[in-house]
């Protein structure tokens, strides 16, 4: 999987995308689970969660050399950040 991960595009857009679609597919996830498990209905930290690997994954690429993509990363974190504050409020 290494290999893989290593023929990405070292740039800020491919970090983005990475940083926004894995986020997406989690909390998605986390939005079926709050709203089909009646004891997590009010469990909103869930999607926390969700944006919260990004700083795995951000890790991950900076610990490989892949600065680019770890910086699409931590922007595509705080425009999930930005958005969950967001929700919160309203």
Known sequence: MNEQLMKINNSVWAG??????LPAFLCSMAWYIIHHVASLAK??????????????TMQYFFKYNR???????LAATFLCAFAFFAYKVS
Not at 43 to 56: C, E, Q, S, T, V
């Open 16 to 21: 983005l995308a990475i940083g926004l679609l």
């Open 67 to 73: 600065e680019n993509i770890g910086r699409g990363i």
């Open 43 to 56: 469990a909103d930290l869930l999607y926390i969660g969700g944006i919260a690997i990004n700083a795995y």
